[in-house]
């Protein structure tokens, strides 16, 4: 509580005395009255019955002590939340994550939390859309690729290894190409939202871009281009994580395997602030730890 006078009047009405508040605070009795007498005057109203031996307060002063005791209280309750919040998990975790990545690491981190922790909760928001932190109430945002805000704190889990793939029913149509500047005749099956239609190749010290711009396809879903590369319709830049099941058992072969695509890194970014609670730090961990155990992410 700021005011020292309102202080001293809690411990005058507690003890019964205004010698007794005195001695408490190490104060001469004259100089508590005076303080009294000042906060009566500010309130505009008379606090406490003095007698030699006793002070008891008025039913104004009665009044004011439980109102300012309830204050004092829900302060206190208020503080040990907050202290909570940043020692123990616990509330609402608002976290936002591309569709298809979060349906397949994202989920087993929420589980593990659920889990582990019973007081917290977690509101998952899968979409291809980047949220606005500043708006839309988000905690934490897992983000693939070159992050654009400056302005957010960032957490590096790692990298997200690609390769240009194809099912082999393609080549029944069309050649298979030998260099990556034939990559530009050949259709590709792209992701949105991109900032562009080029790939960016490397071998050794030889660097490639590419614009292609053959593409008739482009959709915001992994599942989705999955299903049309199987098809036949035409060629992925894909992560690794969401084609090697595919790469196994033989529904797509690489492309151009001896050139590599640099991996996009994994982040996850949140606003800054000098508290940062609980519920995001475990999850900030749990995060790594997931990129970390998983073969088709490059942990850092």
């Known amino acids: 509580m700021a005011d020292p006078n309102v202080e001293l009047f809690l411990r005058v009405v507690e003890t019964g005395s205004l010698k007794a508040a005195a001695a408490e605070v190490k104060a001469d009795p004259s100089s508590v009255t005076r303080r009294i007498a000042k906060l009566e005057e500010r309130l505009g109203a008379k606090l406490l019955i003095r007698s030699t031996r006793r002070s008891r307060p008025t039913e104004a002063g009665q009044a004011y002590y439980d109102g300012v005791r309830r204050i004092v209280a829900e302060q206190a ?4 939340e907050i202290a909570g919040l940043a020692d123990t998990p616990r509330g609402v975790l608002r976290v ?7 349906a397949r690491f994202v989920t ?6 659920l889990s582990k922790h019973p007081d917290l909760s977690v509101e998952l928001n899968l979409g291809s859309e980047f949220a606005d932190l500043r708006e839309s109430n988000v905690d934490v945002a897992v983000r693939i690729g070159t992050l654009s805000d ?5 957490r590096r889990f790692g990298d997200v290894p690609r390769a240009i793939v194809v099912a082999p029913s393609y080549f029944e149509r069309h ?3 030998e260099r990556p500047e034939v990559l530009a005749k050949h259709s590709f099956i792209f992701y949105r939202p991109a900032p562009e239609m080029r790939l960016h190749l490397v071998r050794g010290e030889e660097r490639v871009s590419v614009a292609v711009d053959r593409s008739r ?5 992994m599942a989705a281009i999955r299903e049309l590369m199987f098809s036949g319709q035409g060629m992925a830049l894909s992560p690794l994580w969401a084609c090697e099941d595919a790469l196994a058992d033989g529904r797509v072969v690489r492309v151009l395997e001896d050139w590599q695509s640099p991996a996009f890194p994994l982040h996850g970014v949140f606003l800054p602030g000098p508290f940062r609670p609980a519920k995001l730090r475990v999850f900030l961990d749990a995060m790594a730890a997931q990129a970390k155990a998983e073969p088709s992410l490059a942990a850092t």
């Open 77 to 80: 309750a208020l503080e040990a």
């Open 96 to 102: 936002t994550a591309p569709v298809d990545f979060g």
């Open 108 to 113: 087993p981190v929420v589980d593990h939390l």
């Open 150 to 154: 400056s302005a957010l704190i960032a």
């Open 175 to 177: 050649d298979r190409p």
């Open 217 to 221: 396809i482009a959709v915001n879903s």
